[in-house]
Each structure stands twice: as C-alpha cells, then as structure tokens.
C-alpha cells in the first residue's frame, strides 16, 4: 500500500499550535495531551533507538512512538486487529442501520420526560420494525435489532 502524503501528525505539526490558541477555551487537558503526543509521536522528541542490519550491517534510526490510544499511527494495528476480530462475530445476513427521527421542537420535552418519551420512542420504533419486517410485501420475516437513542441536533444550529 502506497503511504499517503500527509498523516495527521504532520497536520498537527503544521497546524496544532495555532488550532490549540483559537479553540483554547474549548479544549479540556487530555484533548491538548492527545494532540502534543501525536506531534511528537515517532520523533526525536520521545527518544529512539538504532537498528541494524545482521547481514550487511546497515544502521537506520527509528523513533518511539507515544502509543496514544487515540494516535492513528500507533493505534492502526490494534484497531484493525479489534475490528477483525469484531467481523469473525457478526452472522453472515444483511445488517442495515435506520434512523427513526423526531422533529427538533420536542426535543427539549424529551429531555424533561426521558423516561417516559424514551420508552414510547422505543416501543414505537420496535413495533414499527416489526410489523413492516412481517409483512409479505416488504420482508415476511421475524427480525431482531438494536435500539440506540441519540438526541442529536441534526442540521440544526444553536442560536
């Protein structure tokens, strides 16, 4: 595979510091920890060790690397090896992800009755699920899913 031309620790070298000046009031202590360990990962800045040839005796310096559970470099092994192992547990049918939204006006009053409204959302999507699967003319089938809520302003702004 042919590496790109950019990683994101040569964006936040290039740019980090002054993301970090403008968005200093938003950004909590880990979020400036993981962009510092990033910058510095696989440099000299985290110390390293030589590396030799045993067969022809040729030297090359490799760098530490910071081993940021957020840092994509350091991290890309263990994540794919997570989502291998992720794959070999999904069954061999057809998943699909669905939203069920509300219009954004209710949101406030879902927030001031969550265990009420969210049990109606749930039971309303489950149902709805359901009964569009068996159905002869969409799926005729018993399904099974997972419900995830997320209240989410979706193109919507904050004004």
Same mark, same amino acid.
């Given at each position: 595979m042919k590496q790109p031309p950019w990683e994101v620790a040569d964006v936040i070298r290039k740019s980090g510091r002054q993301f970090m000046q403008r968005?200093?009031? =938003?950004?909590?202590?880990? *979020?400036?920890?993981?962009?510092?360990?990033?910058? !510095?990962?696989?440099?000299?800045?985290?110390?390293?060790?030589?590396?030799? =040839?045993?067969?022809?005796? *040729?030297?090359?310096?490799?760098?530490?690397?910071? !081993?940021n559970r957020h840092c994509p470099k350091c991290q890309t092994s263990a994540r794919n090896k997570w989502l291998s192992a992720r794959q070999q547990e999904l069954l061999p049918v057809d998943y699909y992800h669905l939203v069920f939204s509300v219009p954004h006006a209710l949101v406030p009053l879902i927030w001031q009755n969550k265990k009420v409204l969210f049990k109606l959302l749930f039971d309303a999507s489950a149902r709805t699920l359901l009964e569009v699967a068996a159905d002869p003319k969409h799926l005729g089938a018993e399904i099974g899913f997972l419900s995830v809520f997320a209240l989410a302003p979706w193109g919507e702004t904050n004004s």
């Amino acid at each position: 595979m042919k590496q790109p031309p950019w990683e994101v620790a040569d964006v936040i070298r290039k740019s980090g510091r002054q993301f970090m000046q403008r968005f200093e009031k =938003c950004l909590t202590w880990p *979020h400036v920890k993981v962009l510092n360990a990033i910058e !510095r990962c696989r440099t000299a800045a985290l110390g390293g060790h030589r590396d030799q =040839c045993d067969h022809c005796g *040729h030297q090359t310096i490799s760098y530490n690397s910071c !081993r940021n559970r957020h840092c994509p470099k350091c991290q890309t092994s263990a994540r794919n090896k997570w989502l291998s192992a992720r794959q070999q547990e999904l069954l061999p049918v057809d998943y699909y992800h669905l939203v069920f939204s509300v219009p954004h006006a209710l949101v406030p009053l879902i927030w001031q009755n969550k265990k009420v409204l969210f049990k109606l959302l749930f039971d309303a999507s489950a149902r709805t699920l359901l009964e569009v699967a068996a159905d002869p003319k969409h799926l005729g089938a018993e399904i099974g899913f997972l419900s995830v809520f997320a209240l989410a302003p979706w193109g919507e702004t904050n004004s």
